[in-house]
């Protein structure tokens, strides 16, 4: 059976932690689906397609990732996907609290056929988020030592 894992986010854009959690994700697996979902709860700074294109390039180089989005479920699409497994990364205690509750719900809801597989950030990336990217490029700050040269504009 493939090991095939779902990475979702909204990659609002993504980032050098995203990027490190792929780079150290794909060897494990025979096929990674980064997968830019829609979260009812955010209010985007970048279109769904220019996400998806920055998403594209960066990954360009690795032959098991491929690039989706969905607008359901994230275990829905994993079921849809046939991916029994979800990565995510982890920067510190507060992000494991956050998801471990999400990983019971998951879990719960796909009458526990999907596993979530925590990645901890790199040291030197832990403290990259997209909402501190956003903050930083409304006001033409220098962001480019937190992002992918894909992103840089």
Not at 21 to 50: H, T, W
């Amino acid at each position: 059976m493939e090991k095939i894992a779902v990475f979702p986010g909204s990659f609002d854009p993504i980032t050098l932690g995203h990027l490190d959690i792929i780079e150290r994700a794909a060897p494990l697996f025979d096929k990674i689906i980064v997968a830019i979902g829609n979260n009812s709860n955010k209010n985007y700074m970048f279109s769904l397609q220019k996400r998806m294109e920055w998403i594209i390039e960066t990954v360009k180089t690795f032959s098991n990732i491929e690039v989706d989005h969905f607008d359901c479920l994230t275990v829905d699409f994993c079921i849809k996907k046939n991916a029994p497994y979800i990565i995510r990364g982890l920067r510190n205690p507060a992000d494991f609290e956050f998801e471990k509750a999400i990983t019971h719900t998951n879990r719960t809801l796909a009458k526990k056929s999907i596993e979530t597989v925590f990645f901890l950030t790199s040291s030197g990336k832990s403290f990259i988020s997209s909402s501190i990217v956003r903050e930083i490029m409304r006001y033409k700050g220098d962001y480019s030592s937190l992002v992918p040269n894909t992103v840089r504009i």
